[in-house]
């Protein structure tokens, strides 16, 4: 397996996004006034519950109920800061400690976290040519043998590690590599037959289908077609791995990348 990542870095996202946030936070803070800057931010740790919350439900994943724990208490410290003379309790105090730990855990052991970035990863490691650039198709990618049951099991595992965002109908079941689970539960669900998927047929017939936008995201351009089948082979590899209960090596393989920013 090569060391150099096939995937261009969006570290440079990541720092912007964090200065921002920061640049907002110390200017709010200072025009709006203490009490107004704990109220808004209040509002804002009570939203970032609840969306972690609804994750929760989407995924079954009980990893994001710390969060939602550790946003609860923050606000219940906001509105102790809100109180003059107050007294913050020994047990409060611990609580954030405990939480803000198991939390840090959670984030370095990526429980929680959407792979999408690993998934592109994965699908490019075995492509060596650079030929024949993007195509807007869907690619047959094969087939594999699987029941209805097998199939419905996989797809519960897939949301629930954030592996891909399942869709199913009476004939097939799409996978779709998403960027973010938060979206889709936050906006109006798009077509997901415009973002990068793949798709379990009935009748074990598997389709890739992989957009531009994520196709660019690439350090160079592969040849589309072994992107498409390795994509197709990723998610066949998973499938016999769940089939044959060997759900962890999935989460090993993608373990392996380290971290994919």
């Not at 939480?99 to 994965?122: C, N, S």
Request: net charge positive; aromatic share 12%; hydrophobic share 45%.
């Amino acid at each position: 397996m090569e060391n150099t990542n096939k995937l261009k870095s969006s570290v440079w996202i990541i720092v912007l996004a964090a200065s921002v946030a920061l640049i907002l936070t110390i200017g709010i803070r200072l025009i709006l006034g203490r009490e107004a800057f704990y109220i808004m931010v209040s509002i804002l740790t009570v939203a970032a519950a609840l969306i972690h919350f609804l994750a929760f439900i989407k995924t079954k994943n009980p990893s994001f109920l710390i969060p939602v724990i550790f946003y609860g208490f923050i606000f219940v410290g906001l509105q102790l800061f809100m109180i003059p003379q107050r007294q913050e309790t020994l047990a409060f105090v611990i609580g954030m400690i405990i939480l803000g730990g198991v939390l840090i855990y959670i984030l370095i052991t990526r429980r929680m976290k959407w792979r999408y970035r690993e998934v592109l990863e994965l699908a490019a490691r075995p492509v060596s040519g650079s030929a024949n650039g993007f195509t807007p198709r869907p690619y047959p990618a094969g087939e594999a043998s699987y029941t209805k049951e097998e199939l419905k099991a996989f797809t519960k595992f897939i949301l629930k590690h954030g592996i891909a965002l399942p869709h199913s109908d009476t004939d097939r079941t799409v996978l779709v590599i998403n960027p973010s689970l938060f979206r889709p539960l936050l906006f109006k669900k798009k077509d997901p037959q415009r973002d990068t998927y793949v798709t379990f047929d009935a009748d074990g017939r598997i389709s890739v289908n992989i957009t531009e936008k994520d196709y660019k995201k690439y350090r160079e351009e592969l040849t589309f077609d072994q992107l498409c089948q390795s994509l197709g082979n990723l998610f066949k590899d998973f499938l016999t791995l769940h089939q044959q209960g060997q759900e962890k090596k999935i989460i090993e393989r993608m373990n392996t990348l380290k971290f994919i920013l």
